[in-house]
C-alpha cells in the first residue's frame, strides 16, 4: 500500500479510538450519576419548572415537576404532583420548560435523577447516558477495524 493512505489510515484509527474513549467517559459518568439512586426506579417523564438561579452568595438548583404515586404507597396510581431537584442536577444544565424523562425511586418517589433531556429546541444537546454508551463502543469498535486494516497492510 501507498506511505501516504497508510499514515492516514493509522491516523484515522488513533483519531477513532481517541474519541471513542472521550464519549466512553462521559457515558460511564453519567451512568455514575444514575447509580445515585440505588435502585433501578421507575420510569417517568416530567418538566424543568425552575432553572439553577442565583441569590446574591445562594444558588438555588433547577427543579422538576412530574407525577409519582404517594410516598409509602408503591401500588398506587401515579397521581401525586412533585416538584424537587434531581440527584444529579450538575450533570448538565436544566433549562425551564425542558421535558424531561426521569427515574424515581419506588419507596420515596421524592428522590429522582434525570436521564434525558427531551428538548428538542436547536442549539441544546440531548442527554442520553445509553446513546453515549452506544455511541462510544462504535467508535471503539470501529476506530479498532481501521487499525486492523492498517496493521494488516504494513504486514
Known amino acids: 500500500m ?18 471513542g474513549v472521550f ?5 460511564l459518568r453519567e451512568r455514575r450519576a444514575l447509580a445515585r439512586l440505588g435502585v433501578r426506579g421507575v420510569r417517568t417523564s416530567g418538566e424543568v419548572v425552575r ?3 442565583r441569590e446574591g452568595d445562594t444558588i ?17 396510581p401515579a397521581e401525586q404532583t412533585y416538584r424537587r431537584t434531581p440527584l444529579n442536577a450538575e450533570q448538565h444544565p436544566l433549562q425551564r ?16 435523577v434525570v436521564i434525558r433531556t427531551d428538548s428538542g429546541a436547536p442549539g441544546t444537546i440531548s442527554y442520553s447516558a445509553t446513546a453515549h454508551l452506544i455511541w462510544a463502543i ?7 477495524v481501521v487499525a486492523a486494516l492498517a496493521i494488516s497492510d504494513v504486514l
Open 2 to 19: 501507498d506511505q501516504p493512505w497508510l499514515t492516514f489510515e493509522f491516523l484515522l484509527a488513533a483519531l477513532l479510538l481517541g474519541f
Open 23 to 27: 464519549v466512553l467517559r462521559i457515558a
Open 51 to 53: 432553572g439553577e438561579r
Open 60 to 76: 438555588h438548583p433547577p427543579q422538576v415537576r412530574y407525577k409519582a404515586p404517594p410516598i409509602d404507597h408503591p401500588n398506587a
Open 97 to 112: 420548560g425542558v421535558p424531561v424523562t426521569l427515574r424515581y425511586d419506588p419507596r420515596d418517589p421524592r428522590r429522582i
Open 138 to 144: 462504535f467508535f471503539l469498535l470501529f476506530g479498532a
